[in-house]
């Protein structure tokens, strides 16, 4: 299997992702090959620089960058050798099972449409995030970015989409299905969050439990958190200050810690046709780790041809 890392992508790029890239090569299986992408001749030298050799690195040349502050849709365009096209090229072309980049976040959204596309049946791909629970483990909260607005079948397939990640990646049999709302009651919340309910409602192949308040995020109420993604950005970003605000104190906290971003890697796209994850700008090499091995764990247990599979039904 192979899965590749973009080594140009991010504020501290290519230090941090190849500095992440040998840490991940320490705990990937010896079946694995990390393939990065990016200028060789700097992959090389930085390689050498680290000391970096092993049999299960390979690269794919790529002569261009999208930076950080490019337009997407205009820089993905007209930089086709960049290391973030180069990248869906190898997923598209099955050269890679599975994709990663912490650069241009809006530039890995247009490449995933433009590419590798959205499954058949799917109406808008969702960007899921991770909520550590006091129990232990995390709950999935989709979408969190990448539709700011949305109508209700597009909650409901978030809905779907985020069930089936719980199932298949954490493993939960009949994971609970709770849409962020303002309220418990049925009849609460927006025109989007009511139809949205109906919809869920009326659907007996779900196990929706209802709306969820936000006092509910991080308890065993609900596996799968449904909202639309300026919702839940703003959820997985007052989260993450969490950490942020207990560390600049020097409060060192074992659930708590689980709030730093680099512990999770990075954020799937689900709903396209291929696994993809994205990570933050400022991804430091213990966060690009956690993304690499994130994108592998996508990859062995094939989500994104289980979901095909559930909207072929």
């Known amino acids: 299997m192979k899965i590749a890392l973009d080594a140009m992508g991010g504020d501290y790029a290519p230090d941090s992702t190849l500095e992440g890239a ?18 060789k001749g700097l992959i090389e030298s930085k390689l050498h620089e680290y000391g970096l050799s092993s049999a299960n690195i390979e690269i794919a040349h790529a002569e261009d960058v999208i930076e950080m502050g490019e337009h997407p849709t205009k820089a993905f365009s007209t930089k086709p050798t960049a290391s973030i096209p180069v990248g869906y090229h190898l997923l598209k072309t099955g050269a890679v099972t599975a994709f990663s980049s912490a650069g241009n976040t809006g530039a890995m959204h247009v490449g995933a ?30 979408d969190v970015g990448a539709n700011a607005d949305c109508k209700p079948d597009v909650l409901f397939q978030f809905g779907q989409i985020g069930s089936l990640y719980s199932q298949h990646v ?8 709770g849409l962020m709302n303002l309220g418990e009651e049925e009849q609460k919340g927006t025109l989007l969050t009511q139809a949205a309910h109906q919809l869920f409602k009326i659907n007996n192949s779900l196990n929706f439990i209802g709306n969820i308040e936000g006092r509910d995020l991080f308890n065993d109420k609900a596996d ?3 909202c639309d993604g300026f919702t839940g950005n703003v959820i997985l970003k007052m989260a993450e200050s969490f950490f942020d605000m207990l560390k ?27 696994n993809v994850v994205i990570g933050h700008g400022v991804s430091s090499a ?28």
């Open 224 to 226: 799968v958190i449904v």
């Open 22 to 39: 040998a840490l991940a090569c320490q705990e990937l299986p010896g079946n694995v090959t990390l393939v990065l992408v990016g200028k």
């Open 113 to 142: 449409m433009f590419t590798i596309k959205a499954i058949e049946g799917i109406i808008r791909p969702g960007i899921a995030g991770f909520v550590p629970k006091e129990a232990g483990g995390f709950g999935v909260i989709i």
């Open 248 to 274: 600049s104190r020097n409060i060192n906290n074992p659930y708590f810690d689980r709030f730093n971003y680099e512990e999770i890697g990075g954020s799937p796209i689900l709903g396209i046709n291929g």
């Open 286 to 313: 213990l966060a690009i780790k956690n993304m690499v091995l994130l994108s592998l764990k996508m990859a062995e247990s094939n989500i994104h041809l289980k979901i095909k599979e559930k909207f072929r039904e």
């Open 170 to 177: 954490f493993g939960i049999e009949s994971p609970k299905i």
